[in-house]
């Protein structure tokens, strides 16, 4: 049953509309939410004249930030019950926008079922506490969703390690599962995994266990033969590729030992059998729109009498097709392959389609709203999304209100340009509003992946760090000459030097991580020879004045990040209501829709889902 009221929002608002209307408005005339939301970049920390912290905070914020810790700044903005301070409290205009973010911002409070069935250990294997929760707590939500709706079989859009599929498909649920996943070894693993969860059984067979562990070991060097088969001497190039070409050959993978067949083909080859014909279904595809009409074609035929559990039938005409082009231990379905139908001669019922994806990645969650429209056997959806970051744009490059803060470069322009027609927006309400629609660029996006309600005092200690490295030693290289300057009011520009991951020990100094990321730095080739001209006289005594010099800039730099992730929860409730304006925009064809919270907040923080169904 859908929630009472469609999106999770407050009490202040008394429906949805009035909601919409207020959001768009707030984050449309507010001056300091686009600042925060994507108008400014760590990068440009120390490298912009005048500073940006002087140049986007009042006055009155400045004063009141400098007498407070960063601890008590975050539990202002998103714990504290902002109740009359009194004299010392934070500025009027500070609390008037913390308390507007407040009021736009979805809920996020989730009642947990009173009982959830048992995750037994050989289904959750893999799985880690957070996994365990989302996973057993989806499950029985769709579960709970989908009763009575005539479903025969559950899309999972990026199966992944098909967690998610592997309980539905186990006891107490015994659903008919299409994982599509477009990643062949994530397929390879999760199907090893249904053996281990007992959905499925992999072939038996029997071993020379010594010429087995041989050929292993030989399989992965492909060099030398294992000591134990050498001669004291050292064996020459031929004799060794000799050596290998007899292990791999017929004869060495089957023999006659004792009256029995040795079969040594690896364990990657051994043929996979599921115990309920049809419980999964694996269909390796790249899902670029939401049509799915070829995978809909090749799901296995439902015979009209048996619309329950799968049953131990043989083996479907699809999964006999697979068996004759795939490799034993592989029977999936590939969309792009030229195969025929799933269904027999004497088909009875098309397949009832629920389409659901937990935490899928960036567009994938548009198509899989848009498949509720463009096919007629998926009936319902059920869509819980991340990687906002991974989100194209639909609307041409966003119109700032300052533009001085962001210099534009090449990587932003490209990716606001693109002009994807599946990108955010989705809805026609978003991408018309103003006559211009609503812009979120990269930054925003990616902000709005924060959970600053989940911050620890360790975690924010770390990362506060971590980005104050960055934006030094962005400093560094603006002084080195490896960030250039914008012609625009003689200003800074960052432009977009990647360093990427480091090793744990390099943010144990400022030193320690200013080494690691040169080494980065010039193991790129466009770059290395210029890295090294210009900072090869850097000393560890110069890098230390660096950090002796900026080193106050910590704090300012972590109040700027504070509320850039505070302001950036109504970036994420834009995205979400976008995908709910889109559904309700279709009234012929979707009979209801709605948005709640499935998760816990505190384990997963991304934990609103996206429901449809069809007229």
């Not at 990068?43 to 960063?70: M, R």
Request: charged share 20%; with cysteine; net charge neutral.
């Amino acid at each position: 049953m859908p929630p009472p009221r469609a999106l999770p929002i407050s009490e202040e608002f008394s429906n949805p509309e009035s909601y919409v209307d207020s959001l768009l408005e707030f984050t449309g005339s507010s001056t300091l939410f686009q600042t925060f939301c994507g108008h400014i970049h760590i990068l440009d920390f120390l490298i912009q004249e005048p500073d940006l912290y002087s140049a986007i905070l009042p006055e009155e914020w400045q004063s009141w930030f400098g007498e407070h810790d960063v601890d008590e700044i975050l539990y202002l903005l998103v714990k504290d019950s902002l109740l009359p301070l009194g004299e010392g409290g934070p500025p009027g205009s500070l609390v008037d926008f913390i308390q507007g973010v407040r009021r736009h911002s979805l809920d996020r409070t989730w009642s947990a079922p009173t009982t959830l069935p048992h995750l037994p250990y050989h289904v959750s294997v893999g799985m880690r506490q957070k996994k365990i929760h989302e996973v057993q707590s989806f499950a029985q939500y769709i579960n709970d969703i989908s009763l009575d709706k005539g479903i025969t079989h559950l899309v999972d859009f990026g199966s992944g390690q098909n967690y998610l599929g592997r309980v539905l498909a186990s006891p107490p649920y015994n659903k008919r599962i299409v994982a599509i996943e477009s990643k062949r070894q994530n397929i390879e693993g999760a199907r090893k995994m249904d053996v281990t969860a007992g959905l499925a059984n992999i072939e038996k067979v029997k071993r020379d266990k010594k010429r087995y562990r041989m050929q292993q070991e030989i399989g992965s060097t492909r060099t030398k033969i294992p000591s134990a088969t050498r001669s004291n001497c050292e064996m020459t190039a031929k004799q060794q590729n000799a050596s290998v070409d007899l292990l791999f050959s017929p004869s060495a993978t089957e023999q006659r030992m004792d009256g029995f067949v040795v079969d040594q083909r690896p364990k990657a080859d051994l043929k996979i059998t599921y115990m309920k014909s049809n419980s999964i279904q694996y269909i390796e595809h790249v899902i670029k729109d939401g049509n799915i009409s070829d995978i809909v074609g090749q799901i296995a035929h439902i015979s009209s009498g048996n619309l329950g559990p799968p049953s131990s039938e043989s083996t479907t005409p699809l999964v006999a097709e697979r068996q004759k082009t795939e490799p034993q231990s592989f029977q999936t379905t590939r969309v792009t392959k030229v195969m025929g139908s799933s269904h027999s001669e004497d088909s009875g019922l098309e397949p009832t389609l629920l389409v659901m994806a937990l935490h899928s990645c960036g567009n994938l969650l548009h198509h899989g709203i848009r498949s509720l429209l463009l096919n007629p056997s998926v009936k319902m959806i059920v869509l819980v999304g991340c990687c906002y970051n991974l989100v194209s744009e639909r609307l041409g490059p966003p119109s700032f209100k300052l533009p001085s803060l962001r210099p534009p470069f090449e990587r932003a322009e490209r990716l606001s340009s693109a002009f994807d027609p599946h990108g955010f927006p989705m809805s026609e309400r978003m991408s018309t509003h103003n006559g211009t629609g609503v812009h979120l660029n990269i930054t925003a996006r990616m902000m709005a992946l924060q959970a600053p309600e989940n911050w620890t005092k360790l975690d924010s200690e770390a990362f506060f760090k971590r980005h104050f490295f960055r934006a030094l030693l962005q400093r560094i290289l603006y002084d080195k000459g490896l960030v250039s300057r914008s012609a625009v009011e003689g200003r800074a520009a960052a432009n977009p030097i990647i360093i990427g991951s480091l090793r744990k020990s390099c943010y144990n100094s400022f030193n320690a991580y200013v080494r690691g990321s040169l080494v980065k730095l010039s193991e790129d080739s466009s770059r290395a020879k210029l890295v090294e001209e210009r900072l090869e006289g850097l000393t560890d005594e110069q890098i230390e004045a660096y950090e002796v010099k900026y080193g106050a800039w910590k704090k300012k730099l972590s109040v700027i990040w504070c509320l850039m992730a505070f302001s950036a929860q109504l970036a994420e409730a834009i995205i979400i209501v976008d995908r709910w304006l889109f559904l309700k925009e279709h009234p012929n064809t979707v009979k209801e829709c709605w948005v709640e919270t499935v998760f816990d907040y505190g384990q997963s923080p991304r934990n609103l889902v996206v429901v449809g169904v069809k007229n």
